[in-house]
C-alpha cells in the first residue's frame, strides 16, 4: 500500500540550523505546533500536539529561510526516526506561510 501523505498547519515552535548531509544535502530539523477543535465520535475536542519534522533539500532551503513562531502548511510522509525507534518524524516535501 502506498498511501502515506500527511498535511497539518501549526506554527513553528523549534527550527534547528541548517547543516548538510555527507551528500551535501541540506537538512534541517524543526517542530510544528498544531492547535484546532476536532470532532470525534460526534463531540467536539481540543487538539493539540508538536510535531516533529525533517526537510531536506530544496524544502530544507525553504524551511531555513521561516522563523519561529511563523504560521505554516506542512506537507509530507512520515516515516521512522531511525531504524532503532518507532518515533514518527513528518519528512515535509512541500511547506508553505499560512
Given at each position: 500500500?502506498?498511501?502515506?501523505?500527511?498535511?497539518?498547519?501549526?506554527?513553528?515552535?523549534?527550527?534547528?540550523?541548517?547543516?548538510?548531509?555527507?551528500?551535501?544535502?541540506?537538512?534541517?530539523?524543526?517542530r510544528?505546533?498544531?492547535?484546532?477543535?476536532?470532532?470525534?465520535?460526534?463531540?467536539?475536542?481540543?487538539?493539540?500536539?508538536?510535531?516533529?519534522?525533517?526537510?531536506?533539500?530544496?524544502?530544507?532551503?525553504?524551511?531555513?529561510?521561516?522563523?519561529?513562531?511563523?504560521?505554516?502548511?506542512?506537507?509530507?510522509?512520515?516515516?521512522?526516526?531511525?531504524?532503532?525507534t518507532?518515533?514518527?518524524?513528518?519528512?515535509?516535501?512541500?511547506?508553505?506561510?499560512?
Open positions: 500500500m502506498d498511501c502515506n501523505r500527511f498535511s497539518v498547519c501549526g506554527e513553528l515552535a523549534e527550527l534547528d540550523d541548517l547543516r548538510y548531509t555527507p551528500a551535501g544535502l541540506a537538512r534541517v530539523a524543526f510544528i505546533r498544531h492547535s484546532s477543535m476536532q470532532t470525534e465520535a460526534g463531540m467536539v475536542r481540543q487538539v493539540n500536539c508538536d510535531i516533529p519534522a525533517l526537510a531536506l533539500g530544496t524544502p530544507a532551503l525553504q524551511v531555513n529561510q521561516l522563523q519561529v513562531g511563523q504560521r505554516v502548511k506542512a506537507e509530507g510522509f512520515l516515516a521512522q526516526r531511525s531504524m532503532r518507532s518515533q514518527l518524524v513528518l519528512h515535509i516535501d512541500n511547506i508553505i506561510l499560512e
